[in-house]
């Protein structure tokens, strides 16, 4: 089956802990987004990327980090100096930028 | 101004009646124009898709668009109680000749529906 699948769907971090969220598609979309949602609030872009070894940041990189080595993966590393990373994250891909895009089934992010 | 606007609600629509949910946006360059619909503790899905002015029905679906009053609803006709979540609407932006931001999809925070049996 085709889809977009992150990885894990719970997530705890210490104070100072780096952590990676994992997001893989066999879409074969060029597109892939990763965006945040906070409690009663809509999603916040927090970077893009539209082809491989590329991607721009969104309008909440700053604490975030992404690498896009393959069309199909685009991890996003939420760093310690993110100061409020507890959240639900979405990853997204569309088959080229700005397109309808498809979401993964998310990953709750909790500092602990 | 926020780019994209919703009423949160909750809008509550008694079974069989047709729910309207409605959203504004900011930006007059935006050209693409979506409806999400997600439940308590899931993803979003995408439920509906617009892109010039008029309505496009799909199913109990429908989407309209007016791009010179920079607004976008979603009706939803005899409403069933699987109905019930938050709908998202969402907006790509006219990118930097219309003053816009990164690209991607822009949210409103949404609107939650309830639709009472």
């Known amino acids: 089956d085709g889809g977009i699948t992150q990885s894990p769907k719970y997530l705890f971090r210490k104070e100072g802990q780096n952590v990676t969220l994992s997001c893989e598609q066999n879409?074969?979309?060029?597109?892939m987004y990763w965006y945040r949602q906070d409690p009663g609030q809509g999603l916040r872009l927090i970077y893009y990327?539209?082809?491989?070894?590329?991607?721009q940041k969104g309008d909440i990189a700053e604490g975030y980090s992404v690498s896009r080595e393959k069309k199909e993966s685009f991890p996003l590393t939420v760093t310690s100096a993110q100061k409020n990373p507890t959240a639900f994250y979405l990853c997204?891909?569309?088959?080229?930028?700005?397109?309808?895009?498809?979401f993964g089934q998310g990953t709750r992010l909790t500092v602990v | 101004q926020k780019e994209v606007e919703q009423n949160s609600g909750p809008l509550s629509v008694p079974e069989g009646a047709i729910a309207s949910l409605n959203c504004t946006y900011s930006?007059?360059?935006?050209?693409?124009f979506f409806w999400y619909r997600q439940y308590s503790g899931k993803s979003p899905e995408l439920i509906m898709s617009i892109y010039s002015n008029g309505d496009k029905e799909d199913g109990r679906f429908t989407a309209q668009l007016n791009k010179a009053s920079q607004y976008v609803s979603l009706l939803i006709r005899d409403s069933q109680p699987s109905d019930s979540a938050t709908y998202l609407c969402a907006v790509i932006r006219g990118g930097m000749y219309s003053g816009g931001g990164a690209d991607g999809l822009t949210f409103g925070k949404g609107t939650h529906l309830i639709i009472q049996p």
């Open positions: 930006d007059r360059g935006s050209q693409s």
């Open positions: 997204a891909s569309s088959t080229v930028l700005n397109t309808e895009a498809f």
């Open positions: 879409l074969n979309h060029d597109a």
């Open positions: 990327s539209q082809i491989v070894n590329d991607f």
